[in-house]
């Protein structure tokens, strides 16, 4: 069953019954492009003229929907209509066909049509020419020029320009699609490093206060007391400090905070003396040399979650931190005893593991943590780049 014919476009509509209407009058009023003598118009009634005229206006209604079909029924009618006294509204309404299949047609047919137009306009001007030998015979190549291949090419120009216009259009809104998709990254990328940060500078303080707490609470000890009191008090107060510090950062739109001094590795010696303030047996075992600033502050960093973990799940004993320079990375060592026990000294939300990972991904290293025998080992592997010192 063949397909139904797809419903004008209502401007080809518009174009159709002026130029119907506007041929029309022309014959009412006796316009015509030649005259009744004229040796071409073998068909000299009007009913004649008004055939072509119908049939170019009708195909003006597929300018759109069927431009290939427009045009061949075109071509034919505007053939009719040499044989006629002519109608100048047949002749426009043509070079609009001429035109539509260039711009509304299919890929092949807009790289044809301008060819096949201008062959045509060659062979009009060139024929005439050799076989009349006067200069009027340029005037056919000239009309043919002019209802065929400037309507093609103009097409074309129209074709081409709007073609890069949507191209345009297209790559504007994927760009726009990229630099939303990069923002939302960086966005996200952001709030993770904020909550890592967030996490090592507090988490700590805070499991330290919890700690010595229960054990203020726990011990009828005014003396153990006031000790855990006073360890309570200093872990309150820093926490608080770097929170402010932070928040200030976060909140400031015009440079007036100075950000947070970056933990150095030299900083690991007052990091272990707090750990062994909360009650841990820790040793400090670090042959690192320099190392550059990224890798030393997640080499900090993953040194004290792990402390932190060790207060909050660590049983009685000795727990040790190794750094160590080891084939182009730095490797960082934190074991603790392991075993069976009631529950976590402090609560924790699970996710100073997580940062961690995070922290050796960040730089293209290697992090695991698990048991090995009676130990919980945390062991992360930070590449170094080539041609560091040491």
């Known amino acids: 069953m063949a397909a139904p014919l797809p419903r004008p476009h209502h401007d080809d509509v518009r174009i159709a019954v002026g130029g119907l209407l506007g041929g029309l009058l022309l014959m009412a009023v006796g316009l015509h492009d030649r005259t009744p003598h004229d040796p071409v118009s073998v068909l000299d009634q009007d009913w004649a ?10 195909c003006e209604l597929l300018r759109r929907t069927r431009p290939r079909t427009a045009l061949l029924v075109g071509t034919g009618a505007i053939t009719a209509d040499l044989f006629t006294r002519g109608n100048l509204a047949t002749l426009v309404m043509f070079t609009d066909l001429v035109y539509a299949s260039v711009l509304y047609g ?9 060819w096949i137009t201008g062959l045509l306009t060659v062979t009009g001007t060139v024929v005439p020419v050799v076989a009349w030998r ?49 923002r939302t990254q960086a966005v996200t990328a952001e709030r993770a490093r904020m909550a890592r940060e967030l996490h090592d500078m507090v988490a700590g303080h805070m499991s330290a206060i919890a700690l010595h707490a229960t054990a203020a609470l726990a011990i009828d000890d005014p003396k153990t007391s006031r000790e855990a009191l006073t360890v309570v008090r200093e872990n309150s107060v820093a926490g608080l400090a770097e929170m402010r510090r932070l928040i200030g950062i976060l909140r400031d ?138």
């Open 134 to 182: 006067t200069p009027q015979a340029l005037l056919i190549g000239a009309s043919v020029g002019l209802v065929a291949l400037v309507p093609a090419a103009t097409g074309w120009v129209v074709r081409n320009h709007r073609d890069t216009a949507v191209a345009e259009r297209l790559r504007a809104e994927q760009t726009a699609l990229l630099a939303e998709m990069d």
């Open 106 to 114: 299919s890929p092949a047919a807009a790289r044809r049509i301008p």
């Open 253 to 390: 739109s015009g440079g007036e905070h100075e950000p947070a001094p970056v933990p150095t590795l030299d900083g690991l010696g007052s990091l272990v003396e707090s750990a062994r303030a909360g009650g841990l047996d820790v040793t400090l075992d670090a042959d690192h040399g320099p190392v550059p600033a990224p890798v030393e502050l997640a080499a900090y960093r993953i040194v004290q979650e792990s402390l932190t973990n060790a207060l909050k799940h660590a049983r009685p004993g000795r727990v040790t931190v190794t750094l160590a320079r080891r084939d182009g990375v730095l490797d960082v060592r934190v074991t603790s005893p392991f075993g069976h026990r009631d529950g976590p000294r402090a609560p924790g939300l699970g996710a100073g593991l997580v940062g961690m990972q995070e922290r050796a991904a960040l730089l293209a290293g290697t992090f695991d943590a698990g048991p090995a025998g009676d130990l919980w080992t945390v062991r992360a592997a930070l590449p170094l780049p080539e041609g560091d010192p040491g």
């Open 49 to 58: 003229v008004a055939i072509p005229l119908v049939v170019t206006a009708g």
